[in-house]
């Protein structure tokens, strides 16, 4: 290594315990390449309630390696508490399970050291690095501290592989680096043209391309791995044929291996931690960031974004072609394995994915390619301010209780209405949070130490007004994604919210050492009260409240308006209303609001249906002609057939054309009957799949046997006459149409489409919420000579 590097950004963390204390590492990505930091003799640490200070000092005597300390602490329960150091992690667990039958608890004895040690220094990711002894890209018993300002270049590979229906390795793909190749297994065929944008290497055994494999990575030495499902195949499998061929797969720096583990919820779900490098999954990278698509295939989401895709259709042509290229065009095969690397990486670049993760990781404290974990990174920041503070953590479970109210929805009025605005409150539970300054520590404070005016919340809850942490933290984080708004740093501003918004959530999660029903509610319910009196407050100014849902509310305008005229209603409103809370609050409570309501849309039509079958309103459905400040508009659907990807093409279509022409006041008894007169035609027979997931084993369904069900092992069934994999035993996307038989799948549908089944479980029922409001009917469009039945 070149100079010896400042500031980096951790991209593994891990520990040991040694003979001589507890060992902490950390790989980091600076701008001279990875270094690793290895901190030793680290103590770990937790804590017990002082009254139990002398069983614990019994279970201690003899040991040299562990003592009590006192400290200016309490707990949760108002107590006083105790520091227990350790020379090594491992012994503060081996002492909660010898204290557990007495009913002792130890408190935060859980709290990992590589944890512990960012936590309490307040970094997340990016850090500077102080002393220590640098020898050979390793830097032992340096200091790190946090700095937030700086992100690496990360050299990323986007990694892919392809094999035998039996998941035998054919080739591997490495794409991203100064070098593009490709490995195959086999024998360039004579006379073979070979690729001229990348390098193809040909090898005689799978032995061979593991091995080769793993020089590549220390040749090249990459910092992160991408790929579409990556972890769950490509690593999997490629960790397979290595033990297949008794050879080590050795992906982590230092020519480490991946230390599997499985995840503690998901079954045979799996991480591939290695040492100094993250695999980031494109699939869950795209999920973290809220990106949607009707399919999360890399063949879909590339058509979305990319507006291209791979060279082969669909999965059977797939297994097909592919052995077909291994067997007689191995360069082909090579560029459609490499060609989806290259769709990965463009994925990333378009969506910005490694920027969003960065900042994530930024944002939590958590590993980069850790994208879940809402509970670890509001422990990540809570827990060193609430020592600060003068407490220490209840443990998990501490707390019993059932789940908190979730966010108010109001009854809905259904119908067709002209000139709706909707107006929702600015990240809704984190205000309420900052502005009624709800805290754990501030619910203890209120609790036991109340001063003479605390503050009242939910269910006889009571805040302290200067001690808490929570309100903090997010005042924090808002004005972070403030200033990322004002630089267009829509990644970091994404990852914000993200974060400050789960924090609600996890207060009410049973799984958080935090958890407490009554904390909940207090956002929760305040949350209600302010859509009701909002309700109120606008229907006072002689509007009427249609619809509100958690965080907004749909005002009806009682007349027709101009887009101008809605437009200055709604900013009156919005100013009224912030006003009203902001004298409210300071008049009645003694507190400064952060409530912020804003304008969100105007719809120049609008239609709320009821539930199916009757004539109470629906809840989050409803779609509505948007008009914006330009006049520009455009079609809006929440919850109705049009934004579900459970229903057909064929109904999704229908509901748009047919409420379109409703909204726009234009004709459309004639569209109807010719849309069903297409139908019955065959027109329109490829929008009348089903894709469907199967959520389950197909041996756990019995009793209940849905049609996804039905047509999976029908497929599945054929697959195996075929000598094929049976692609749905297990769960899995299954895409079938309704024939006069029944469900088919498209594998395999040899019976006549069941047309009347379409009219009457797709089309009619949409069409009917619509029509019947306005005195018409599906029936009545139709012609006599087409009955439905």
């Known amino acids: 290594m070149p100079a010896s590097p400042t500031l980096g950004f951790i991209l593994t963390r891990n520990w040991r315990d040694s003979s001589s204390g507890t060992v902490v590492e950390y790989w980091l990505a600076t701008d001279v390449g990875a270094l690793k930091v290895v901190l030793t003799k680290q103590t770990s640490v937790a804590f017990v309630e002082a009254q139990h200070k002398a069983v614990v ?119 991203g680096l100064d070098e593009r190749v490709v490995f195959m297994l086999g024998e360039p065929a004579a006379g073979a043209i070979e690729p001229i944008d990348f390098a193809l290497r040909y090898y005689s055994s799978r032995r061979a391309m593991i091995e080769a494999l793993n020089y590549w990575f220390e040749q090249h030495d990459p910092d992160v791995i991408i790929g579409w499902n990556v972890v769950q195949f490509d690593l999997r499998v490629l960790q397979k044929n290595a033990d297949d061929a008794h050879t080590p797969l050795l992906l982590g720096r230092e020519r480490q291996p991946m230390a599997w583990r499985a995840h503690p919820g998901k079954q045979e779900y799996l991480f591939a931690p290695m040492p100094g490098r993250v695999a980031i999954d494109g699939i869950e990278a795209l999920r973290a960031a809220m990106w949607s698509f009707p399919s999360f295939s890399l063949e879909n989401v590339a058509q979305q974004l990319l507006g291209e895709g791979k060279d082969i259709g669909s999965e059977y042509d797939k297994l097909a072609e592919i052995e077909r290229r291994y067997r007689e065009d191995k360069p082909a095969l090579a560029a459609y394995n490499i060609k989806d690397c290259e769709l990965v990486l463009r994925i990333f670049e378009k969506t910005k994915l490694l920027s969003f993760a960065m900042e994530r990781a930024h944002t939590t404290g958590l590993q980069l390619d850790h ?79 109340a001063s003479d005016d605390p503050i009242k919340g939910p269910l006889d809850t009571l805040f302290s007004r200067d001690k808490h942490c929570l309100p903090g933290i997010v005042t924090t984080l808002w004005k972070a994604r403030d200033e990322a708004k004002r630089n267009k740093n829509e990644p970091l501003s994404q990852a914000l919210k993200l974060v400050m918004n789960s924090f609600a959530g996890v207060l009410g999660a049973a799984e958080c050492r935090f958890f407490n029903p009554k904390l909940i509610s207090a956002i929760t319910l305040r949350g209600h009260t302010m859509v009701k009196a909002t309700r109120d407050f606008v229907e006072q100014r002689g509007y009427e409240a249609i619809y509100g849902d958690t965080d907004s509310i749909f005002i009806w305008l009682k ?7 809605a437009y200055v209603v709604a900013a009156e409103l919005v100013r009224d209303i912030n006003a009203w809370w902001t004298q409210k609050l300071r008049d009645e409570e003694g507190l400064e609001s952060h409530l912020e309501i804003e304008f969100d849309t105007h719809f120049k039509k609008f239609f709320m249906p009821t539930i199916r079958g009757s004539d109470v309103g629906s809840k989050k459905r409803y779609a509505g002609l948007s008009v914006d400040a330009e006049d ?21 279509q229908f509901q748009d054309g047919l409420l379109s022409r409703v909204f726009k006041g234009e004709p459309y008894q004639q569209w109807v009957a010719e849309y069903v007169d297409a139908t019955l035609a065959g027109l329109k027979d490829d929008l009348l799949i089903y894709r469907k997931r199967l959520r389950h084993h197909l041996d756990e369904y019995v009793k209940n046997v849905p049609p996804q069900v039905r047509a999976a092992r029908i497929a599945d069934e054929f697959n195996h006459r075929m000598d094929r994999p049976r692609q749905y035993q297990t769960g899995g996307w299954i895409q079938y149409v309704m024939t006069r038989n029944g469900p088919e799948p498209l594998e395999v549908r040899t019976s006549t489409i069941d047309y009347d089944h379409y009219l009457s479980k797709q089309l009619q029922p949409i069409a009917d919420a619509i029509l019947v409001p306005l005195g018409d009917s599906f029936t009545a469009l139709i012609s006599p000579q087409k009955p439905l039945f």
């Open 559 to 565: 007349s027709k308006h101009t887009n101008e005229q």
């Open 57 to 175: 000092q019994a279970q201690l005597l003899g040991s040299t390696d562990m003592y009590l300390k006192e400290l200016e602490l309490k707990s949760f329960q108002n107590q006083p508490v105790l520091g227990i150091y350790a020379k090594q992690f491992r012994q503060l667990g081996k002492l909660a399970r010898a204290l557990q039958p007495q009913g002792i608890s130890l408190l935060e004895a859980d709290i990992r050291p590589h944890e512990r040690y960012l936590m309490e220094r307040f970094i997340t990711a990016s850090v500077e690095i102080h002393g220590g002894r640098m020898e050979h890209g390793v830097c032992q018993d340096c200091k790190l501290s946090p700095a937030p300002d700086y992100r690496p270049n990360l050299k990323v590979v986007s990694l892919d592989i392809e094999t035998s229906q039996n998941l035998e390795l054919y080739s591997i793909a490495l794409d």
């Open 632 to 652: 520009n508009e455009s079609m809006i659907f929440r919850g109705l057939e049009m934004a579900r990807s459970d229903w057909t093409l064929l109904a999704r």
């Open 371 to 449: 994208f879940g974990g809402s509970i670890a990174a509001f422990s990540h920041h809570y827990l060193p301010r609430m020592h600060r503070l003068g407490y220490v953590a209840p443990n998990v479970g501490d707390v019993q209780g059932k789940s908190s109210p979730g966010g108010y929805v109001m009854d809905s009025k259904p119908g067709f209405y002209d000139s709706v605005l909707v107006l929702d409150y600015k990240s809704l539970y984190p205000s309420i949070i900052r502005t009624f300054l709800v805290d754990p520590v501030g619910l203890v404070e209120g609790s036991f130490n």
